[in-house]
Each structure stands twice: as structure tokens, then as C-alpha cells.
């Protein structure tokens, strides 16, 4: 049955959402006055808490200074002075920084820039992209093409564009490793995979340093990224890493890919750079590239209405301003030890629980009927589903992992959480999984 009460399209046509009112720190407040502790950082977007009202006091006090402006007519101090500031965080091979309205603008900003590089500097022939199965890349058509989410693509397969997937890092799940240690064998897919296509038509390969919904808190070892580097220098390919999600703080570093000691070519950033205030994101580029569009014919062939958008921008600046003063870049990686300590304790008291993965503020579980031998839960019980459905009727709110990949759920609350506020969570989580153990035959441990 369609809902009648709004006129709005939701997500899911047969209710309207509660009604959120006001937002304090970690709490949303709906309209007939109940709060929620925002453990899922709404999608894992707000870094600086919400009801932040020096931000809008900000942009009061700019007054008509901070109007739109068309990007390739005119720029403006804000998106120069961001520019800045994010390259002041970025790693040392970059350069400029490309700004869009959301990740999916960004990672499809990406693809077409390194097609573009290689047209400029005479391989004309580098077009194709490599990705991950249960990589998360976006919704347009080619960010979902470059996308392994299987359950969103599944409707859209007619219309989207071929890209080759290989496997993700997921030591718990690994088919290549059977279980035993860890050999790198993934890395080792993408060079069969640009071997397979040709390595004079590849012309990029985008990851996750850190996974997100689609296969929460997934991380590789130090040396996946370092063989991944290896092999792009090799055959010429452009390693582009998707940080929208794991980025700018959410991991405990401005940029999460410093962790793997590697420079990707480009980054793409999103989410957490504006903090939910306003809609912004931004596709990082290497002096590699821009030298290559520069020495060419000097243009990026590519325009969005809202890309540089002065009030986005503007309020990018003061979320970073407020990162920076307050530490939040590196806060997600000292709050998140307390984080992994109450989840691995959990996990301890709960068979259900069957791994604790992720980093900072990034953490996702993985449930299972038995986690000894891996066996996840018949699909039909929604044991994820269940888990958040429970932790919102106790007034927490977490995300729910991908379908068909097993149940997952994402605890990755806002940078500003305190040690009492994670206990709040920790102690719905442990309530709601306790009055589901039984239910679903989840044998506690002996």
C-alpha cells in the first residue's frame, strides 16, 4: 500500500519516516519530541555532531558576499581557500582538488578524468575501469556500474556500463585464501584481471581503503595496497581511492589511505567534508594528472552546475576550521579503541556476533549462526534488519550491511561521541541482541 500522507517519494513508498525536528551533538530529535543517538552518523555523514549553529552564524554573518557563482564563469574565496586547505591534508603527490555535490558526481568525476589524462598524453586507448565486487561507489549509472553491490545493480544491469570486478579483501569471507592466512592473492587479481582486458585499454582501478555498507569495516592488510601500487605502475593504470565514506577523519586520519603508506592518483572525498550541513564532495587529483591536462589542451571536458558551489563551499571551510580546532581528524582514532573494545566484548557474549572488523569510527559486525564455521543465517530470518530495527526502538540508530553478502550491520556514530554516549549504544546493542539470540537459534557460547 502507498503512503497518502506525504507528497514527498520516499525510498520506501509504504510509510513516511518520523519527522525529524531538531539535531543536538549525537542526537536527532523527532517531531513528537523522542530522541535518537545517531550511531550511523546519518549514512555516516555528519563528523562535527549536529545543531553546530557557529556554521550558520557564519554564513549570516557573509552576508551577500557568499553568492552563486557559475564554476567556469567565475570562482570564489571559499572554494580557493577549501582547495587549499584540503591540500594542506592531502598527500604529498597531489595537486587540485575538483569539487562536486556528492560522492556518486565524484567517482563518475574520476572515471572520466582518467579517461581523459590518457587521451591527452597519447594512449588514447585507456578507457576501461577495474573495480571490487561489494565495492560502493555510487548511485548514477557509472558510479553503479563501477559499484559491486549486487542487490542495487541487480534492477539496473540492462543500462550500465561494463566493468570488470574482482575480489574484495575481506579475510573472513576470502574464497582465495580458503580460510588459511592471508596471500595477497586478491592484489594478485587485478593484474590478471588488466592482463585479461589488455593493459593498453585499463585506465584506472578504484577501491575502498576501508569499506563501507557494502561490507562494513572491511580493511585489507598493509601490503594489499602497496601490491595494488605495484601493479598500476606496472601496466599504467590509475589507482584511484574512493574515500567518501572512509575519508577525512572517519578512520582517524584526514585521509584513510595514509595507513597503507601508498599514494593513490586520485582520492575522491565526500560525506563527512561538509559534515551534512551542505551538499559537497570533491575528487582529489595528483600533479601526475594535472601536468598531463595541462601540457595537453588545458581543459577538463567536464562541467556540473553545482560544482564549487560558494555556500558549500563556505560551509566546507568552517567544518574544516572546526575539525582542525577541536582535533577531529585523529579523535575517530582514539574514541574508536573504546568503540572496538566494548563491540569485542560483546562478541564475547554473544555467538551471533561472529567478527568485529573497521577502524576509528568505521566499525561493522558480521552475525552468524555459527561464526566457527562461517555459517550465516538463512535470509529469510532479516537478522540485520532485525538488529536495527531493535537498536531504533531503543533509541540508537545504526545501518544495515549489504543484502545477499551475509548480515552485516555499521555502527559509525559522529567524530564528537563520547566514552558515555558509545556505553548507550554498546548497551542497546547488547539488549537488542540478547531478546534476539533466541529467536533466530544462536547458541550462546559455553
Same mark, same amino acid.
Given at each position: ?28 530529535? %523527532? ?18 555532531? *549536529? ?6 552564524? =557564519? ?33 604529498? @603527490? ?12 565524484? @567517482? ?33 549509472? =557509472? ?19 561494463? !566493468?570488470? *570486478? ?61 601490491? !595494488? ?12 581511492? %574512493? ?18 603508506? !601508498? ?45 564549487? @558551489? ?8 568552517? !567544518? ?49 549462526? %555459527?561464526? *566457527? ?5 538463512? =535470509? ?67
Amino acid at each position: 500500500m502507498i503512503a497518502n500522507r506525504s507528497a514527498v517519494l520516499y525510498r520506501d513508498l509504504r510509510s513516511v519516516p518520523p519527522t525529524i525536528v531538531r539535531g543536538q551533538g549525537v542526537y536527532l530529535f %523527532d517531531a513528537d519530541g523522542r530522541a535518537y543517538l545517531d550511531g550511523s552518523a546519518s549514512a555516516s555523514v555528519v563528523g562535527i555532531g *549536529h545543531g553546530r549553529t557557529e556554521i550558520w552564524d =557564519a554564513l549570516a554573518a557573509a552576508g551577500d558576499r557568499v553568492t552563486f557563482v557559475y564554476n567556469s564563469t567565475f570562482t570564489h574565496p571559499w572554494q580557493e581557500q577549501l582547495a587549499t586547505g584540503i591540500m594542506g591534508l592531502a598527500p604529498r @603527490n597531489m595537486a587540485s582538488v575538483y569539487f562536486t555535490s556528492g560522492g556518486s558526481e565524484a @567517482n563518475e568525476s574520476a572515471w572520466k578524468l582518467a579517461r581523459q589524462y590518457f587521451v591527452e598524453t597519447g594512449r588514447a586507448q585507456k578507457y576501461k575501469a577495474i573495480a571490487r565486487w561489494r565495492g560502493y561507489h555510487g548511485v548514477t549509472l =557509472a558510479a553503479l556500474s563501477l559499484s559491486g553491490r549486487t542487490d542495487w545493480r541487480r534492477l539496473y544491469s540492462p543500462m550500465l556500463l561494463p !566493468v570488470t *570486478h574482482i575480489a574484495s579483501p575481506d579475510a573472513y569471507r576470502c574464497a582465495l585464501c580458503a580460510g588459511g592466512a592471508c596471500t595477497s592473492a586478491c592484489a594478485d587479481e587485478l593484474e590478471r584481471a588488466i592482463l585479461d582486458e589488455g593493459p593498453e585499454t585499463v585506465a584506472m582501478f578504484i577501491a575502498e581503503p576501508v569499506s563501507g555498507t557494502s561490507a562494513p569495516g572491511v580493511a585489507p592488510p598493509r601490503e594489499y595496497f602497496t601490491r !595494488v601500487r605495484e601493479i598500476c605502475d606496472k601496466y599504467d593504470v590509475l589507482f584511484v581511492a %574512493d574515500e567518501v565514506l572512509c575519508g577525512y577523519g572517519r578512520c582517524g586520519a584526514p585521509f584513510a589511505i595514509a595507513d597503507w603508506g !601508498v599514494e593513490p592518483d586520485m582520492i575522491t572525498l565526500g560525506k563527512a567534508i561538509a559534515s551534512g550541513y551542505a551538499p559537497l564532495a570533491g575528487l582529489v587529483v595528483s600533479e601526475k594528472i594535472s601536468k598531463g591536462l595541462a601540457q595537453g589542451t588545458g581543459r577538463f571536458v567536464h562541467g556540473l552546475t553545482y560544482s564549487g @558551489n560558494p555556500t558549500s563551499c563556505f560551509i566546507g571551510l568552517k !567544518v574544516l576550521e572546526i575539525m582542525q580546532r577541536e582535533g577531529l581528524f585523529t579523535r575517530a582514532a582514539e574514541i574508536g579503541s573504546y568503540l572496538k573494545t566494548g563491540l569485542v566484548r560483546l562478541a564475547e557474549h554473544h555467538h551471533m556476533i561472529a567478527q568485529v572488523r573497521g577502524r576509528g569510527l568505521l566499525y561493522g559486525l558480521e552475525l552468524a549462526s %555459527d561464526r *566457527h564455521t562461517r555459517t550465516p543465517f538463512d =535470509a529469510s530470518l532479516n537478522v540485520s534488519r532485525r538488529v536495527v530495527e531493535g537498536m531504533r526502538e531503543r533509541g540508537v540508530v545504526i545501518a544495515q550491511g549489504l543484502a545477499g553478502s551475509g548480515d552485516q550491520i555499521q555502527i559509525s556514530p559522529p567524530f564528537t561521541i563520547s566514552e558515555a554516549e558509545i556505553d548507550e549504544v554498546l548497551l542497546a546493542l547488547d539488549a537488542t541482541i540478547s531478546a534476539l539470540e533466541d529467536g533466530v537459534h544462536a547458541p550462546r557460547p559455553g
